[in-house]
C-alpha cells in the first residue's frame, strides 16, 4: 500500500486510529502499522490524543494525525492586474500571504515572471523557511495550459501567450513547479479545503472581471480532452450581447462580470465599487432599477449554470469571487433559478452554495502544487 494513501486519508478525515486507518483503506491493521512508522520516522505524522473519555470502552486508542508544517508548499494566483502568492502547509492552508500589482495593459509576461521570483524569494525569507522545506510552487493561471502544467498558453484578458512559469521558477528559484488553469485549481482546493462533504461531482464558478468553471469528479479534477477547460464564461446567453474579448457575441461574461455590474450601477447613478454588493442591498431595499439589474445577471447566471447542471450533474455548485461576500438571499435566489431551468431529476440533486475560502486563489494554487509534490 502506498504511503500516499494514508497521507490523503488523513488530509480528508482528519486524525484517526490505525484500526481507523486500517479500515478506511481496506487493508491489514500490521500494512497501515508499518506504513504509519514509515511516516514517523520521516515526521510527516505523529502521534496525537486519544478517544475523548466516554465514547467507547475498553483502552483509549492512539490517533495519527499529519503534521501540518512538516513541509510547505507556494501556492500563486496571477489575476487581472494582481498577483497573489501564499506559503501553505501540507493542510493548504496560507501561513503567510503577500500581492503585488501590476499594470495590465502594457505589462509584458516575462516582467511580471521576474517581480513573482523575487516576492517568492522574499516571502519563504520573511517566514524563516528554507527552500529545502518547500516541495514546490503551484501556479494558478489565468487560462489554458499545456498537458505537462508548465506553461500558460493563453490568457484572453491579459494578452499573453505561452508563458513558461515552470521553466522560469524553476530557473530563478530552483523549486519545481506545476501550472494549472485558475478556476479549475481553486476547484481543486474549494473540493479539498472548502468543507463540502458528499459534494461530488462539485462545479466551482469564479465571477469577477471574467466567468470561469472548475470541476471535480471523483475527488479529480476534470482535465480530459485537450486541455480539459471548462469555458462556462462563453456560453451565448444573450441574443442582444456585446461582442465578448474572446470575439463571439452574447457570452456569459458579457452580461454577469463585475465590470458589467459596475458599469449598470454606475448607470443608475451609484457609485460603482462593490457593485454585486451594493445592487443586492439597493434591491433589497425596494430600488426597481438595481432590482431589475439583479434579476437579470440572476436570470442569465442561472442559464449559464442550468446547461452545466444538464452536461454535468454536478451535487454541488460554489461559486467564488465576487459572490464570496454576497448575501445569502441572493445564492438561494441563484439556486432557485438554475432549479426552474435544468432537467428534472438532475435539479433535484444541486445545491447552490458560495466559497468560504479566503485568498481561494492562492489555496488553489497550494492545492495544486500539493496533489502534484506530496499526495498522488
Ligand atoms: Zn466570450
Redesign the pocket.
Known sequence: MPLRSVLRALRDHGPQPRIELARRLSVSPTTVTKVVARLLDRGVVTETGVDAPGLRLGRPRVHVALVPTAAYVIGVQVGVGVVRLGLCDLLGQPRRTTRFDFDVAGTDATVVLGRLAARLGKLMAEAGVTREEVLGVGVAAPGPVDPHRRRNLLSVNLGWRDVAFSDHLEHTLGLPTVVDHNVRAMAVGEARHGGHPDADPLLYVYVRTGVGAGVVIDGKPFRSGGYGVA?L??LRVSDSGRI?????EG????VVSEPRLAERLAALGNPADAPLRRLAGLAAAGDLGAEAVVEDLVEHLAMGLAFAVNLLNPRLIVLGGMFEDAPAALITRVEEAVRRKAFPVLRDVVRVGRSTLRDGGVIGGATVALDHFFYT
Open positions: 469555458e464564461g462563453h465578448c474579448a474572446c470575439g463571439a457570452c456569459l461574461e458579457t
